[in-house]
C-alpha cells in the first residue's frame, strides 16, 4: 500500500536558517504530493503541491520538487522565521483523492 | 467564498454518549474526506463521500462510527457511545473534485471523551 515517511521532529532553527525537511514515499501508480501545515490548534492548510515528476510547488518561499527517482518530496526553505514554527505534514494522494500522511514535522524557530 | 466550516469546534461527551460532528464543504465542492489525528499520531483518513453514497469508508472502524452527506446538508460524521479512545481532532477536507484536486480543510473538531 502507499505510505510516507517523513523525518521526525521537533527540528529547532534560529531565525533566518535554513530549513528541510526529508519526505519519501511509496506509492502504486503516479500521486499527486502535498506539503500541509498546521498552526496550534488548527486545521490544515495546503503549502505547496506538484501533481508530476519533476514539478515543483512553491509558495511563501517554500520549494519542493516531486523527485520520482529517488521517490522523494524534500520541502526547503531558505530563511525561515518565527512565524514558520508550526508542524508540516507531507502527503500523497491515491486516484481517489484520499490523503496517506506523513506522522508530521514540528518546526520550532526561535528569535 | 466561505472555507469548509466544522462545527463544533470543541465537543465533551461522556463514555457512552452520541457524538455528532458536521462538516460543510466550500461552496461547488461535492467531494467530502473525513480524518481523525490522535494524540501523538498522524492523521488518518476515514471515509470519503459523494453527495448521498459513500466511496470508501475504508479507515473508519467497522463499530460505533457511521458518516453521511446527504442531498441537502452538511455531511455528519456520527459516534455511538463513545469511549475514551475516540478523544481525538476530527478533520473534514473538501474537493471539487476527487483524485489529484487539492483538498480544502476545516479547523476540525476536537472530541473529549470524559
Known amino acids: 500500500g502507499n505510505s510516507v515517511t517523513q523525518m521526525e521532529g521537533p527540528v529547532t532553527l534560529s531565525e533566518e536558517a535554513f530549513l528541510t525537511i526529508n519526505c519519501t514515499y511509496t506509492?502504486?501508480?503516479?500521486?499527486?504530493l502535498f506539503w500541509y501545515v498546521q498552526y496550534p490548534g488548527e486545521g490544515l492548510q495546503l503549502l505547496l503541491k506538484a501533481t508530476k515528476a519533476d514539478d515543483k510547488g512553491s509558495n511563501k518561499g517554500f520549494e519542493a520538487t516531486y523527485r520520482k527517482e529517488t521517490t522523494s518530496f524534500h520541502l526547503e526553505k531558505g530563511s525561515v522565521q518565527v512565524s514558520d514554527s508550526a508542524v508540516y505534514f507531507c502527503?500523497?494522494?491515491?486516484?481517489?483523492?484520499?490523503?496517506?500522511f506523513g506522522a508530521g514535522t514540528q518546526v520550532v524557530v526561535t528569535p | 467564498n466561505a472555507g469548509v466550516m466544522q462545527n463544533p469546534r470543541h465537543l465533551v461527551r461522556r463514555r457512552g454518549q452520541e457524538a455528532r460532528l458536521r462538516c460543510s464543504p466550500m461552496?461547488?465542492?461535492?467531494?467530502v474526506y473525513w480524518y481523525r489525528q490522535l494524540p501523538e499520531e498522524g492523521l488518518k483518513f476515514m471515509v470519503y463521500l459523494q453527495k448521498e453514497n459513500i466511496i470508501d469508508e475504508s479507515g473508519m472502524p467497522k463499530e460505533r462510527f457511521s458518516a453521511e452527506f446527504p442531498k441537502e446538508g452538511p455531511s455528519i460524521l456520527r459516534i455511538q457511545q463513545v469511549v475514551r479512545g475516540d478523544s481525538a481532532a476530527y478533520f473534514c477536507?473538501?474537493?471539487?473534485?476527487?483524485?489529484?484536486?487539492?483538498?480544502?480543510f476545516g479547523p476540525g473538531t476536537r472530541l473529549l471523551v470524559l
Open positions: 506509492a502504486t501508480g503516479y500521486p499527486s
Open positions: 502527503a500523497l494522494s491515491d486516484s481517489w483523492g484520499k490523503l496517506q
Open positions: 461552496k461547488g465542492h461535492s467531494h
Open positions: 477536507a473538501s474537493s471539487v473534485e476527487a483524485g489529484k484536486e487539492t483538498q480544502y
